[in-house]
Nanobody
Framework: QVQLVESGGGLVQAGGSLRLSCVAS????????MGWFRQAPGKEREFVAA????????RYADSAKARFAISRDNAKNTVYLQMNSLKPEDTAVYYC?????????????????WGQGTQVTVSS
């Protein structure tokens, strides 16, 4: 079983950038496809980005394309989400998740393990 801890959230002005990190413990990160999801108040948790085990294949939600970048460093057991050109509508709690299959899945149900989330707030 893997434990996931996110960090890097905070308050940023519109147009700014943040880099989220997700550190895995308990098992090596290279065993998992990884994803980032987010949940805004009153809304369902939605897919943001995903990456396969080796980092060669990625997938993004339309809202994240051209602004966000997912990457991973398996040697550091860490996955990242670089977020640029942030908008107020990006405000949400961001969660990382681990999938035992080697795929950059956008389906929430494919992910077996979840972190506790990190808050991102974008002011206008």
């Amino acid at each position: 079983q893997v434990q996931l801890v996110e960090s890097g959230g905070g308050l940023v002005q519109a147009g700014g950038s943040l880099r989220l990190s997700c550190v895995a413990s308990g098992r090596t990160l290279s065993s998992y496809g990884m994803g980032w999801f987010r949940q805004a108040p009153g809304k369902e948790r939605e897919f943001v980005a995903a990456i396969d085990r080796g980092g060669s294949s990625t997938r993004y939600a339309d809202s994240a394309k051209a602004r966000f970048a997912i990457s991973r460093d398996n040697a550091k057991n860490t996955v990242y989400l670089q977020m640029n050109s942030l908008k107020p509508e990006d405000t949400a709690v961001y969660y990382c998740a681990a999938d035992t299959a080697n795929r950059p899945s956008w389906y929430r149900s494919d992910y077996e393990y979840w972190g506790q989330g990190t808050q991102v707030t974008v002011s206008s």
